[in-house]
Protein backbone atom coordinates (compact mmCIF):
# COMPACT_ATOMS: atom_id res chain seq x y z
CA UNK A 1 0.00 0.00 0.00
CA UNK A 2 2.89 2.31 0.04
CA UNK A 3 6.02 2.47 -1.64
CA UNK A 4 9.36 4.24 -0.48
CA UNK A 5 12.21 5.04 -2.74
CA UNK A 6 14.87 7.23 -3.20
CA UNK A 7 17.63 6.56 -0.71
CA UNK A 8 20.90 6.41 -1.33
CA UNK A 9 24.45 7.27 -0.21
CA UNK A 10 25.32 10.75 -0.16
CA UNK A 11 28.32 12.76 1.38
CA UNK A 12 27.77 15.22 3.85
CA UNK A 13 25.94 18.74 2.69
CA UNK A 14 24.36 16.82 0.13
CA UNK A 15 20.59 16.30 -1.16
CA UNK A 16 18.57 13.39 -1.53
CA UNK A 17 14.90 13.01 -1.88
CA UNK A 18 12.60 10.70 -0.83
CA UNK A 19 9.25 9.21 -2.38
CA UNK A 20 6.03 7.30 -1.19
CA UNK A 21 3.54 6.29 -3.14
CA UNK A 22 0.28 5.20 -1.84
CA UNK A 23 -2.35 2.63 -3.12
CA UNK A 24 -5.06 0.97 -2.06
CA UNK A 25 -7.12 1.85 0.78
CA UNK A 26 -4.79 5.21 2.11
CA UNK A 27 -6.99 8.53 0.25
CA UNK A 28 -4.63 11.04 -0.92
CA UNK A 29 -5.62 13.50 1.93
CA UNK A 30 -4.79 11.10 4.33
CA UNK A 31 -2.46 12.31 6.94
CA UNK A 32 1.21 10.99 5.62
CA UNK A 33 4.56 11.05 7.52
CA UNK A 34 8.16 10.17 7.01
CA UNK A 35 10.21 8.60 10.44
CA UNK A 36 13.37 7.27 10.31
CA UNK A 37 15.37 4.45 12.67
CA UNK A 38 18.67 4.26 13.12
CA UNK A 39 21.20 1.27 14.10
CA UNK A 40 20.62 1.00 17.93
CA UNK A 41 17.34 3.62 18.54
CA UNK A 42 14.22 4.29 18.36
CA UNK A 43 12.25 4.83 15.51
CA UNK A 44 11.87 8.48 15.04
CA UNK A 45 9.29 10.91 13.76
CA UNK A 46 10.48 13.34 10.89
CA UNK A 47 8.26 15.28 9.38
CA UNK A 48 4.03 15.17 8.98
CA UNK A 49 1.69 16.76 6.81
CA UNK A 50 -2.13 16.69 7.53
CA UNK A 51 -4.47 16.53 5.28
CA UNK A 52 -4.83 19.66 5.28
CA UNK A 53 -1.40 20.37 4.49
CA UNK A 54 0.03 21.46 8.16
CA UNK A 55 3.63 20.22 8.48
CA UNK A 56 5.14 19.53 11.42
CA UNK A 57 9.17 18.86 12.13
CA UNK A 58 11.24 17.20 14.09
CA UNK A 59 13.73 19.66 15.46
CA UNK A 60 17.03 17.96 14.38
CA UNK A 61 16.17 18.29 10.69
CA UNK A 62 14.01 21.60 11.00
CA UNK A 63 15.27 24.43 8.20
CA UNK A 64 16.89 21.16 6.44
CA UNK A 65 14.00 18.56 4.94
CA UNK A 66 10.66 19.43 3.44
CA UNK A 67 7.79 17.16 3.28
CA UNK A 68 5.60 17.93 0.75
CA UNK A 69 2.35 16.03 -1.50
CA UNK A 70 1.21 15.67 -4.94
CA UNK A 71 -2.79 14.11 -3.85
CA UNK A 72 -3.38 13.55 -7.92
CA UNK A 73 0.39 11.16 -8.06
CA UNK A 74 -1.00 10.00 -4.30
CA UNK A 75 2.56 10.45 -3.04
CA UNK A 76 4.34 12.52 -0.35
CA UNK A 77 7.92 13.83 -0.53
CA UNK A 78 10.75 14.07 1.80
CA UNK A 79 13.12 17.01 0.78
CA UNK A 80 16.43 16.18 2.25
CA UNK A 81 19.07 19.08 2.18
CA UNK A 82 22.33 20.26 3.87
CA UNK A 83 22.61 16.22 5.16
CA UNK A 84 24.49 14.91 8.33
CA UNK A 85 26.21 11.82 9.39
CA UNK A 86 23.77 11.36 12.35
CA UNK A 87 20.99 11.71 9.23
CA UNK A 88 21.78 7.78 8.45
CA UNK A 89 18.89 5.82 9.36
CA UNK A 90 16.38 3.57 7.60
CA UNK A 91 13.33 6.05 6.69
CA UNK A 92 9.70 4.88 6.49
CA UNK A 93 7.00 6.87 5.79
CA UNK A 94 3.46 6.18 7.07
CA UNK A 95 0.25 6.78 6.64
CA UNK A 96 -2.36 7.36 9.03
CA UNK A 97 -5.95 6.18 8.37
CA UNK A 98 -8.40 6.18 10.83
CA UNK A 99 -6.85 5.10 13.51
CA UNK A 100 -4.75 2.34 11.65
CA UNK A 101 -1.14 2.82 11.20
CA UNK A 102 0.36 1.66 7.72
CA UNK A 103 3.91 1.39 6.72
CA UNK A 104 5.92 1.46 3.75
CA UNK A 105 8.83 -1.26 3.94
CA UNK A 106 11.73 1.60 4.33
CA UNK A 107 14.44 2.78 2.31
CA UNK A 108 17.94 3.53 3.48
CA UNK A 109 20.02 6.70 3.64
CA UNK A 110 23.79 7.00 4.50
CA UNK A 111 25.53 10.09 4.80
CA UNK A 112 29.40 9.79 4.96
CA UNK A 113 31.23 12.39 6.62
Known amino acids: QLQASGGGLVQAGGSLRLSCAASGSILSTNPRGWHRQAPGKQRELVAL???????TYADSVKGRFTIARDNVKNTVYLEMNNLKPEDTAIYYC?????????WGQGTQVTVSS
Open 49 to 55: ISSGGRV
Open 94 to 102: AAYVGGIDY
